[in-house]
């Protein structure tokens, strides 16, 4: 069966850290670039960042850079986005996406993504 976990989500104090995983199941990810996306209450969903299939670029948004980092394991067939400094209106439900050889580059949120993850919460509050 084809799926992306996420996993690592939970509450955090303002300024502090986390971890998601993405894991793939049924596929090689190695072709795929990992595309982060997240959505906050009451908002549209937005692109965080992604990383190549190819040769491990990133690309973020302006609002998650310097902040988050995006990395990815092909042995382990998972993705990462590391997050620090965490402020309140990061609280939202983030998922993971896979896009066929897909590069890093602006405009990456707006492809069609091949597969999607069910999302993992995320809450920063003290």
């Known amino acids: 069966q084809v799926q992306l976990v996420e996993s690592g989500g939970g509450l955090v104090q303002p300024g502090g850290s986390l971890r998601l995983s993405c894991a793939a199941s049924g596929f090689t990810l190695d072709y795929y670039a990992i595309v982060w996306f997240r959505q906050a209450p009451g908002k549209e969903r937005e692109g965080v960042g992604c990383i190549s299939s190819s040769d491990g670029s990133t690309y973020y948004a302006d609002s998650v850079k310097g902040r988050f980092t995006i990395s990815r394991d092909n042995a382990k067939n998972t993705g990462y986005l590391q997050m620090n400094s965490l402020k309140p209106e990061d609280t939202a439900v983030y998922y993971c996406?896979?896009?066929?050889?897909?590069?890093?580059?602006?405009?990456?949120?707006?492809?069609?993504?091949?597969?999607w993850g069910k999302g993992t919460l995320v809450t920063v509050s003290s």
């Open positions: 996406a896979a896009d066929w050889g897909a590069s890093a580059a602006p405009g990456f949120d707006g492809r069609t993504m091949d597969y």
